[in-house]
């Protein structure tokens, strides 16, 4: 694959290239490790709920100077050593032109359920992946408007990181019209239409990729592919009808490099992904773990050996400091298995966390 240079101001060339959190990511041992939390940009926060008041999610996430904003509040509440890009896994959707809403206490709902050749064949036809290039520009500003921030808070100290939703969990979202807690609609089409299947998650790949190489070239330095439902999946089945799609996501920015030669960070997370650790390095340099497996032998399972991030589990938030002190320890101590650790939760950071003790977690692993 050809190489493309990101011109010499990107903060990979001009700010973040010896950050602790891309060090680590490319499989080395910073100072200090690296920590930051999955959706710490959101919900928890007192200052982001007030910003919401009044305000749809998906309106949220396609106003730049609201998600520039609500990306950086973490960061300056908690000395985090990274921003992640506020987003949804469905804006990629509806930047194409698909009606999606996101309902409280529900999640994303669509009109009617996608589970039929010729609704995916409808689908595809109405919503081609390159009409997402221009509706893409709010959220280029977005991480432009980040990056920028980033600047003036920590002094060039803290990488933006991409974001985008696996294509299974997209198709999962698609195929069910809404969530699903078992998934059957998505892994009986995998049987019952394997063509369609395949063709709606190559759509759905396609878009996903044009929206984490649209926040890669606006100045993200690392990008994290997050996959809701592959723990689902048995290993067989995801290698052979999921994992292709999650490949040719991530080939959308594998040619982006630094003037080194070194290319974007890319990492991968699946929930409940216990039994898919031996699969789910598609050419990538971190994989994420879930609060399920420790991450010494999550890391015995990956046999290209990558850097790993986790993953306490956000259930111990709300644990005496003593036990959940002890927990981020054994955390850290299990990391050292791997090349390279970031520290996170298990998960995101759920509604009901104090931020305080997000930011003590912080400043303890700091101090290690």
């Known amino acids: 694959m050809t190489s493309t240079v990101l011109p010499a101001t990107h903060p990979l060339n001009s700010d973040t290239a ?17 920590v930051w939390f ?28 609201l998600a520039a904003e609500i990306t950086l509040q973490p960061v300056r509440r908690h000395g985090v050593d ?14 194409a032109g698909v009606p999606v809403e996101i309902q409280s206490g529900v999640g994303p709902v669509f009109p009617a359920p996608l589970d039929t050749p010729e609704s995916v064949a409808a689908l595809i036809a109405e919503h081609p992946p390159e009409s997402l ?8 500003a977005a991480v432009a408007k980040t990056v920028a921030g980033l600047r003036l808070l920590q002094g060039a100290r803290d990488p933006l990181i991409g974001f985008a939703g696996a294509p299974f969990t997209l198709a999962a979202y698609l195929v069910a019209g809404r969530p699903s807690k078992d998934h059957l609609a998505a892994r009986s089409m995998v049987h019952r239409h394997p ?38 999946l048995p290993a067989a089945i995801y290698t052979a009808h999921v994992a292709p799609s999650s490949a040719k996501t991530f080939d959308a920015v594998r040619d982006l490099t630094d003037e080194a030669g070194r290319r974007v960070p890319l ?15 598609l050419d990538v340099d971190c994989i994420g773990v879930d609060w399920r497996t420790p991450l010494d032998e999550a890391s015995r399972r990956m046999p290209s050996g990558p850097a790993v991030q ?14 959940l002190r002890d927990a981020i320890d054994e955390v850290l101590r299990r990391g050292e298995a791997a090349p390279g650790h970031v520290f996170n939760l298990g998960h995101g950071v759920p509604p009901s966390a104090d931020p305080e003790v997000l930011t003590r977690i912080v400043d303890h692993v700091h101090s290690r």
């Open 18 to 34: 010896s950050s602790w959190l891309v060090s680590a990511y490319r499989g080395e041992r910073p100072p200090v490790t690296p």
């Open 38 to 65: 999955m959706r710490q940009a959101g919900r928890s926060l007192p200052e982001y709920r007030e910003l919401r008041v009044g305000r749809r999610m998906l309106d949220a996430c396609l106003d730049p100077d």
């Open 82 to 95: 990274a921003a992640v890009f506020f987003s949804d896994i469905v804006v990629p959707l509806k930047l």
């Open 133 to 140: 290039e221009t509706a893409l520009e709010p959220i280029r």
């Open 195 to 232: 063509d369609a299947w395949a063709r709606l998650l190559d759509w759905c790949a396609e878009l996903s990729g044009r929206f984490l190489r649209a926040q890669v070239l606006a100045g993200a330095s690392a990008v994290q592919l997050f996959d809701s439902w592959a723990g689902s």
């Open 267 to 281: 990492v991968h997370f699946a929930v409940g992904a216990g039994e898919l650790y031996g699969v789910l390095d």
């Open 310 to 323: 986790g993953n306490l589990d956000p259930a111990l938030l709300g644990a005496p400091w003593p036990v």
